[in-house]
């Protein structure tokens, strides 16, 4: 299936777009989308002189993320038609480039080309059409004064073109100084029904409108559907969906349709596409019989535009079942759980300790909060979200703390000489190794080395992470200590100084020369 852009449902080719006679200007009420403006700028691209070396064709687009998304969209067609094109997204490199090389399109927003001009980079005395994208979002952006600048130096016997979103009274005042008796497109005429159309909305971005389809599909499951396409990479990225989920090419229950004509009937019509203009969302509402759903994959800047559109219709979020049910799935397990504790017997001591707070609360409220800090708990500690079962009459086990069997200590090569304190210690290895607070156990700071409790589970991450680094301006060395016993609050001794063997034994503070005789027990220095 080959698409061929167009701007559907306005007849013939815009005088606009037809050649770029004198004083043809014309305003389109369309989408902020890429293919609104390829569909309407198509025919003058066919026009254009191929391989020129001055600008042709001047887009000015509200920011920089419009005028890249709008130079990729269009780079295709330029490069088909044997034209040059640049987007700006930084005035200095791109007056460089077009002084070395002009582009026959240039896009980009009103203060960036503004920044070029007055460098003399480019000339616009070439131009032969003018296209205002996304008037109504330039409005917002505060781009009135830039676009002045830039408009003073277009010719004025070119064609000028104006997209928005919508016709605002400050879009009004734009088209009003720059494209007097402008003929206008797009809006709703008075041959249309003027009736409010339904339909719902699936709020995405464009990269992922694919997941959206699929996620459309799982949830209404259609016995029919018709999907419609602006371009032959939205028809090979919806056949993409469609293939690994088993359907066929040229499928009769699933069929790819082009814009721009009316869907096949279809239990689902969907646009994964946008509509650009009133006729296609109205075509495809007035199906015979008229769909079961009708669904939009929409951007959420577009939502303006489809409300127009509509006419006063409802535009409703379409809410998937799946992240609902998973949740309630979550929940039941949870309640089997405390079944299961309930079961197993509650003890004195859990009933005496709660039974005061029932003075200031509710029963289910004081579950509530218990639930609630269960799951702040589980959280924390990344445990599975359902425990080993309870035997009957037994107490709860009591999770280790990181200093228990389960932790490791290490040596750190840096202590309380070097002016590092518990919080240099606690920063370096959360931040290093990207391990949770609660993962660090008891902090041993000594004069010339430091003993951190870490949980076994991390602590090869902590050690990669934070041997070599600095603290308080000193590269530490760090490495297992030795495994941490329950109860064992001893300090390790004859841990050698900072320096060599030389020193005194770690943990001692101070200490004679070498050749002093050692120390007994109950000596006094």
Known sequence: MEFTEHAPGQGETPPAVAGGT????????????????????????????????????????????????????????????????????????????????????????????????????????????????????????????????????????????????????????????????????????????????????????????????????????????????????????????????????????????PAGAPPPAAALVLFYDPPLVRAELRDAAAGDPPPANLVILAQPRQMEHLRGLAMGGRLFPMTFAGPARRARARDAAMRDEIRARLAAGVHARE????????????????????????????????EPATPAPVQAGAAPAAAPAPSAAAAVRIFLSIGERDGAKRGDIVGAITGEAAVAADRIGRIEMRDNHTLVDISSEVVERVLTAVNGKMIRGRRIMARLDRPVERGDARPRRERPARGGSSGPPAGRRGGGPRSSPPRRRGDDR
């Open 351 to 382: 009933l005496l300790t709660l039974e005061p707070l029932l003075d200031d609360a509710d029963g289910i409220e004081i579950g509530a909060a218990l639930l609630a800090m269960l799951e702040e708990a589980r959280t924390r500690r990344r």
């Open 22 to 257: 004198r004083h043809q200007n014309v305003l389109f009420t369309v989408p902020p989308d890429p293919h609104a403006i390829i569909a309407i700028l198509g025919p003058w691209l066919s026009r254009a002189e191929p391989g020129g070396t001055a600008p042709q064709l001047l887009i000015l687009t509200p920011d920089v993320d419009t005028a890249l998304a709008l130079a990729a969209a269009l780079e295709p067609l330029a490069r088909e038609r044997a034209l040059t094109l640049a987007a700006v997204s930084e005035p200095q490199r791109a007056a460089r480039l077009q002084r070395a090389h002009a582009s026959a399109i240039l896009i980009g927003a009103p203060d960036d080309i503004g920044a070029i001009l007055a460098a003399s980079a480019v000339k616009l005395d070439t131009l032969r059409a003018l296209v205002i994208a996304g008037a109504d979002a330039m409005v917002a952006a505060e781009e009135e004064a830039a676009l002045e600048t830039v408009m003073s130096e277009v010719p004025k016997d070119i064609a000028r073109i104006l997209l928005t979103g919508r016709v605002t009274p400050a879009v009004e005042a734009i088209v009003e100084r720059y494209l007097r008796r402008a003929t206008r497109a797009g809006e709703t005429g008075p041959a249309d029904d003027g009736r409010a159309i339904d339909a719902r909305v699936v709020a995405t971005s464009a990269a992922g409108r694919p997941a959206a389809l699929r996620r459309v599909l799982d949830e209404l499951d259609p016995p029919s559907a018709a999907i419609v396409v602006r371009s032959d990479e939205s028809a090979a990225a919806v056949r993409a969906v469609l293939s690994p989920l088993g359907y066929l090419d040229d499928d009769p229950l699933v069929r790819i349709a």
